[in-house]
């Protein structure tokens, strides 16, 4: 495949401007503004340059031992493609929504019909009017295949005509489908759903309100990424976050040149900078070249690996340009942008892990007292028994957290990612493993970190 973009070489010095990384100033005004923003609880840190090792998080405050350090908003996320059979959650905040009994009904159901992770996820209406536990969970699971429901017992749970005892005592936001149509996006309130459109969704909506230049196109390359590597949907959040911001900008400083002529069209590379700057101050490589060699491919091919690698990503690219184009921000759709962005996600992405309430309601049933555990596993044992022993999965997937990414590792750490019984969307929460002095360096340990690509996304597709 000739992989070779010409934008590339028409926008060359554009380009360049946009992958030019900002001064230490600028990244230290830019990391101080997200640490007093509203939506983070990071009151006691400061992010500062730490020399050859990059930027580092320090304690502008002591902490104690269990203290929270830091819950940090993600710029873009996502949830694997994969996990959206198991779990329903929120498309911008990655809480669970709709009830218990939509959780499980729904993943039953899907079952029933034979829809495996592998297959993706159905589209279904779900909007309403109204980790391995090992030897800890409900005994009625331990090391038992699957028992299959009576026929139409995963429906009625799952349209909300049969009730679980005590789900009461886990309560979800409903399911507010996206406004847009998709028919994939729903959300745990009016507001993420509100936000999520003006951040990226509405450029990739495949409904009828979709702002997508081609929907026909956007199908193919969400389909493109579905069968190959889901860091290509993260990607085009990022894109699509830009763009948006760039256009606002525009409007914006339209509404400040009074008596000025019509600015249609006409673009602005200083406002594209603008919005581009949440992106730009992350580390970043082209993904072929920082991507780590898998196992099973030899050092030998290692050259025509990362050309495959090169290809794939620009097959990607032509299918979100074809989507979601835009003149004026053209030089994000350069293969040298694209390959950056990518890249900045594999050296810097982290694992998106949201607690299961369904595990959550099976501990309660499983600590009831007698009789009335007995009585509620009258009703709950066929239901946990025919979602066998992963009855728990979590909603998991992968996003970049601003400061969090700022954190170095360490095989001693003073703080770890940990989410406790409060947290239950998808920011990055951070805390104390022992007491933490003011002016002391806080880094993380590298077990709470993703792993290296080849072992979070496989590479069937690529033949050597």
Known sequence: ????????????????????????????????????????????????????????????????????????????????????????????????????????????????????????????????????????????????????????????????????????????????????????????????????????????????????????????????????NDIFLLAAKAVSSSILKYRKLKVAHSEEQENKPNVSGIPYPSLLLEAWKPMSVGHKRRWWDCIALPFDVESSDEVAFRMQIRELAFMSLQLLKAAIFDEECKSLFSLDIYGHIIGMFELNNLDLVVASPVEDYFLYIDDLPYPEKKEAEEITRPFLDALGDDYSVCCQGTAFYPLQSCMNHSCSPNAKAFKREEDRDGQATIIALKPISKGEEVPNSKSNFSLVCFTRFQYPFIEL
């Open 1 to 228: 495949m000739d992989c070779d973009c010409p934008i590339d070489a028409e926008l060359r010095s554009e380009i360049s401007a946009l992958l030019t990384p900002p001064s230490p100033a600028q990244v230290d005004k830019y990391l101080d503004e997200q640490i007093k923003s509203s939506n983070r609880h990071c009151y006691g840190i400061k992010i500062k340059q730490n020399g050859e090792l990059g930027k580092g998080v320090y304690a502008e405050l002591g902490f104690k031992e269990g203290e929270l350090i830091l819950k940090d908003q993600m710029l873009v996320g996502l949830q694997h493609s994969s996990n959206k059979i198991d779990c329903l959650v929120c498309s911008f905040c990655f809480r669970f929504i709709g009830s218990v009994e939509l959780q499980i009904g729904r993943r039953l159901y899907l079952q029933e019909l034979g829809v495996s992770a592998s297959q993706g996820c159905c589209q279904t209406d779900y909007s309403s009017e109204d980790d391995d536990l090992g030897d800890s969970g409900p005994s009625s699971s331990s090391c038992k295949e699957k028992v299959p429901l009576p026929k139409g017992f995963a429906e009625s749970l799952m349209n909300g005509a049969l009730k679980l005892p005590y789900s009461d005592k886990f309560p979800l936001p409903p399911a507010v489908p996206c406004h847009g149509g998709c028919g994939e996006a729903y959300y745990c309130s009016k507001l993420c759903a509100e936000s999520d459109w003006g951040l990226s969704h509405s450029l990739l909506c495949t409904g009828e309100k979709s702002e997508a230049v081609s929907r026909g196109a956007l199908v193919k390359f969400i389909q493109h990424a579905n069968d190959t």
